[in-house]
């Protein structure tokens, strides 16, 4: 499978907790992009990289969340002392140049 | 960022074709029309998008207003595999980023 890759695909932590989610782009994709979707709404931005470089964040991404993208080939998203309000799925897809993104099928989190 | 509007639902029937509008009055002269679509418990899926001109793919076909205040993405012949989310975006594609900036949708629903 030559998609973009997420994992995992479900994730059940306790309130308080820290979790990390990876996703594994499409090779030769130089950007990659996080967004994050609540039930009955659309995905919202939440980050995007260049190669290795993080440049730009929502301001929905508050201090607990950080990403990175270490070699500017996977990615990793890391929440920090997870609050029920970050129960949501979150999505990772990747692209090159301004053409279409491709998403992978998403990591869900539930918060108890 | 520029907002689009789109019905909440639609309903189609299988084999025929489906004309989903979308209403962009703000839409700037740089800014191209996207189309995603989501199935249940996917990702969204690059569907087409375009500038001024009508465009047509494998998928679908997007019919754009003169004034480029409204579109509308046509599916030839709905099947039952076309019931999803579908998400007109509005979005800078000469730019560096490619962030989506995703509405509510339009709910298609295929009866057989």
């Known amino acids: 499978d030559t998609g973009v890759s997420q994992n995992p695909r479900h994730k059940i932590t306790k309130r308080g907790q820290n979790v990390t989610f990876r996703c594994d782009p499409i090779?030769?994709?130089?950007?990659l992009y996080w967004y994050r979707q609540t039930l009955g709404q659309g995905p919202e931005f939440l980050t995007y990289?260049?190669?290795?470089?993080?440049?730009?964040k929502s301001r929905l991404l508050s201090d607990r969340f950080s990403a990175e993208r270490p070699k500017g080939s996977f990615s990793t998203l890391e929440i920090q002392r997870t609050e029920q309000g970050d129960s949501a799925m979150y999505l990772c897809a990747s692209g090159t140049g301004n053409t279409e993104a491709f998403f992978g099928q998403g990591t869900r989190l539930t918060v108890v | 960022d520029a907002k689009t509007t789109q019905p909440n639902s639609m309903e189609s029937n299988e084999e025929e074709p489906v004309h989903l509008p979308c209403n962009h009055s703000?839409?700037?002269?740089?800014?191209?029309i996207h189309w995603y679509r989501q199935l249940p418990s996917q990702g969204p899926e690059y569907v087409i998008h375009g500038l001024t001109s009508n465009v047509n793919n494998r998928m679908a076909s997007l019919a754009i207003a003169e004034d480029r205040k409204s579109s509308t993405l046509i599916l030839h012949r709905a099947t039952l595999r076309d019931a999803a989310v579908y998400y007109c975006i509005l979005g800078n594609s000469g730019g560096s980023n490619y962030k989506l900036t995703f509405g509510k949708g339009t709910l298609l629903t295929v009866n057989p």
């Open positions: 703000t839409i700037s002269g740089t800014d191209y």
């Open positions: 990289f260049q190669n290795e470089a993080q440049l730009e």
């Open positions: 090779s030769e994709h130089n950007r």
